[in-house]
């Protein structure tokens, strides 16, 4: 379908200033791409409340445990935010961890990894790792069952995607028995056919990706075995007993091939791992709230389901 008219007002206003910064010189930095990041946030409805919200340290890492329902044990859902692997953190995501408390009813508990270029690739990802294996332990005080979720979108969801990765290669083990990868990054070698086709104009560029990917992954001087391609998920290894995966790509994403790519590569494998498309989207649209509410309803209602259910709608 055409581009969501929200949207397309937005990058009608968004893409001349870009486009003006980039002929006067700018050049993007780590702050700047966090802070341009931050300022999405601004997009964000009203707080949703969460009846008991607390930050606090599991495996050396600082993370905010949301509890919708404190007196009642529920699972328990690893939120794992994107941010390129170097923007975002647990204030930035705050909204989208609450809906996601919210919509499933569940303990979240959002982890603030350490972030590119000040630590490369894999630090965030062992990190994310680290609190995944302290969790029994981790959550004391908090009512729950022993059964962990995952939900995370773009440079997040690689990190939980990875992790699937390396517990279906036999080099880690994971609890994790359902997850929601969205819009994720997969492909570190963006090689897909949107990479090409969705290049420029939709918020997030081609050009961008491989920006955040050079200060992601380690200096060739630093670390030359450091392999792009086995680093990525799309790369596999699959398993069949990966675990129950809804995919949640957007329309006018340059992600959105690969993750389409992955879906397919994780079910001839056998993995129960479920595609959807949202329409006239682009990447990052959880965040615009205000200006798309009823999609992020019903974004935050597939999420829920999925994660309580297992199930999940044949098209968005």
Known sequence: M?????????????????????RAGVV???????????????FAAPQVAVARV??????????????????????????VHGGGHLAGDLDVYDFSARRTAAATGMVVVSVDYRRAPEARFPAGLTDVYAVLGALEGGLDGFA???????????????????????????????????????????????????????????????E???????????????????DRSAASPLSGPYAADMPETLVIAAEYD???????????RARAAGAPVTLLVAPGMI???A?????????????????????RDGVAPAVW
Not at 2 to 22: I, S
Not at 56 to 68: H, K, L, N, Q, T
Not at 154 to 180: C, F, H, L, N, Y
Not at 255 to 260: C, I, N, R, Y
């Open 2 to 22: 055409p581009l969501h008219p929200a949207f397309r007002a937005y990058l009608d206003e968004l893409n001349p200033r870009v486009e003006e910064a980039a």
């Open 28 to 42: 993007a930095t780590p702050e700047s791409a966090r802070a341009a990041l931050a300022a999405l946030a601004g």
């Open 54 to 79: 607390e930050d606090r340290v599991i495996a050396g890492v600082s993370v905010r445990v949301y509890a919708p329902a404190p007196e009642i044990a529920s699972h328990v859902v690893l939120f």
């Open 144 to 206: 729950t069952t022993g059964r962990v979720h995952a939900m995370a979108d773009s440079g997040g969801a690689a990190k939980v995607a990875s992790i699937a990765m390396r517990v279906a290669g036999g080099e880690w083990t994971s609890p994790i028995d359902r997850q929601v990868l969205l819009y994720p990054s997969v492909d570190y070698t963006m090689s897909g056919a949107s990479m090409r086709e969705l290049a420029t104009g939709h918020l997030l560029t081609a």
């Open 208 to 226: 961008r990706v491989a920006w955040y990917f050079d200060h992601y992954f380690p200096l060739a001087s630093d670390q030359p075995e450091a």
């Open 254 to 264: 340059p992600l959105s091939s690969e993750a389409e790519e992955y879906v397919a």
């Open 283 to 285: 990447h990052a649209f």
């Open 287 to 307: 965040f615009f709230e205000t200006l798309i509410p009823d999609e992020i309803d019903r974004l935050y209602g597939i999420i829920g389901a999925f994660l």
